[in-house]
T-cell receptor, first 114, second 112 residues
C-alpha cells in the first residue's frame, strides 16, 4: 500500500520569506499523481498544485512550486514571498494512475509571522 | 457552477441519537468519499463509493453507515454506536486523471 509522510508537523515563516514543506511517499508504481492541498482556518480544502509523475518539469502556480524528485520519492512544496493568508494546514497526497482515491499525509501546519 | 455541497454546516447530536450528514455533487463524478478530521489532525477515511449502489469501508467505519442510491448523493449517518462523534466531517468526490478531489465545505458535528 502507498504511504505518504509529512515529517514536519509545524513550520513557521516570516512574511515575505520563502518556506519549503516536505513530503515523501512510498510506491512501486511508475505512473501516478501528486497533490498539495491547503486547509485554512475555514477548513475548506483547496487544491494548491498538482504534478504528474511522468513529467520531469516541476509544477508551478504563481508563488507555489514543487521540487519533484521521482527517484527519491520526494515532493516538496515551496512557497515564495509568504503572505499572512498562506497560514494553514497543508496536506500532501498521492494517487496512482489506475484508481481515483487519494492517500494523504498527516499534514503540516504553517504559521506566517508578520 | 459544478461543485459539491455539504449540509448542514453545523449539527448538534444528543446522546443516543442517529444523525445524517448530506453530501451532493453535480460534477458527474463516479467516486465519493467521507473523511473525519479531529482538531489539528489529518484526514481519516470513513467510507467510500466508486459507483452507484456500491460502497466500501474505510479505516474508521465503525459507528457509521452510508448509502449510494444516486450518483449525485452520498449521505453519511452517524449512529449511536459511534461513541465519540464530535469532529469535522468532509465529503469529497473525484473523477479520473489529474484532477484529484473536489471537497465540500464540511460539517461540524457536536455531541450535546
Amino acid at each position: 500500500a502507498q504511504t505518504v509522510t509529512q515529517s514536519q508537523p509545524e513550520m513557521s515563516v516570516q512574511e515575505a520569506e520563502t518556506v519549503t514543506l516536505s513530503c515523501t511517499y512510498d510506491t512501486s508504481e511508475s505512473d501516478y499523481y501528486l497533490f498539495w492541498y491547503k486547509q485554512p482556518p475555514s477548513r475548506q480544502m483547496i487544491l494548491v498544485i498538482r504534478q504528474e509523475a511522468y513529467k520531469q518539469q516541476n509544477a508551478t502556480e504563481n508563488r507555489f512550486s514543487v521540487n519533484f524528485q521521482k527517484a527519491a520519492k520526494s515532493f516538496s512544496l515551496k512557497i515564495s514571498d509568504s503572505q499572512l493568508g498562506d497560514a494553514a494546514m497543508y496536506f500532501c497526497a498521492y494517487r496512482n494512475n489506475a484508481g481515483n482515491m487519494l492517500t494523504f499525509g498527516g499534514g503540516t501546519r504553517l504559521m506566517v509571522k508578520p | 457552477d459544478g461543485g459539491i455541497t455539504q449540509s448542514p454546516k453545523y449539527l448538534f447530536r444528543k446522546e443516543g441519537q442517529n444523525v445524517t450528514l448530506s453530501c451532493e455533487q453535480n460534477l458527474n463524478h463516479d467516486a465519493m468519499y467521507w473523511y473525519r478530521q479531529d482538531p489539528g489532525q489529518g484526514l481519516r477515511l470513513i467510507y467510500y463509493s466508486q459507483i452507484v449502489n456500491d460502497f466500501q469501508k474505510g479505516d474508521i467505519a465503525e459507528g457509521y453507515s452510508v448509502s449510494r442510491e444516486k450518483k449525485e448523493s452520498f449521505p453519511l449517518t452517524v449512529t449511536s454506536a459511534q461513541k465519540n462523534p464530535t469532529a469535522f466531517y468532509l465529503c469529497a468526490s473525484s473523477g479520473q486523471g489529474l484532477y484529484g478531489y473536489t471537497f465540500g465545505s464540511g460539517t461540524r458535528l457536536t455531541v450535546v
